[in-house]
């Protein structure tokens, strides 16, 4: 008789929690200014060209002086001069935090803290953070991200239109 009453209360339990974890799984899908200045950060330092699809139109569609161009250029010829290959200039990102300083419906200003370690490789990084290897440094950047085509996008903070 004990087992048949704890049947019911475990499915019913079991249920819940699955369809709680289907609404926190949508619910985290959603885009926000913070998420937009975290993706476009860690993009950044990892030198990836795919930053392009966080950066607003301003800037990402001018061909002219194209920001990312640009920068992964400037930061290639840096590794050059001091003789490294560009994926010693990697960075990887830890303990991101952010902070919305203000906000409305179609822009944002957001604070980004985190720890940054070397990112040679994937690997390199998660190492060097488990053994207490390398140096780490410290982000403390503020963003300005606006809303473009219902997503959000990095305008200032990392590069601006007078940086390119």
Not at 57 to 82: G, H, W
Not at 85 to 92: G, H, L
Not at 123 to 150: H, M, R, S
Request: charged letters at 20%; one cysteine or more; glycine letters at 4%.
């Amino acid at each position: 008789m004990n087992q048949d009453t704890k049947r019911p209360v475990f499915i019913t339990v079991f249920l819940l929690s699955f369809f709680l974890q289907i609404i926190f799984v949508f619910a985290d899908m959603r885009d926000t200014p913070g998420k937009a200045a975290v993706a476009f950060a860690k993009m950044y330092y990892q030198l990836d060209s795919a930053m392009v699809t966080r950066l607003c139109d301003e800037l990402a569609l001018d061909d002219e002086n194209n920001a990312v161009i640009s920068y992964l250029q400037n930061t290639a010829a840096m590794a050059m001069e001091q003789g490294y290959p560009v994926s010693y200039m990697k960075s990887t990102l830890f303990n991101v935090k952010t902070h919305t300083i203000k906000s409305n419906s179609n822009s944002a200003e957001i604070r980004i803290t985190a720890d940054m370690k070397k990112g040679i490789n994937p690997l390199f990084a998660y190492v060097g953070k488990l053994f207490c290897i390398g140096k780490t440094k410290t982000l403390d950047q503020t963003v300005n991200v606006i809303k473009e085509g219902g997503k959000w996008k990095v305008c200032e903070g990392f590069f601006s239109v007078s940086e390119s």
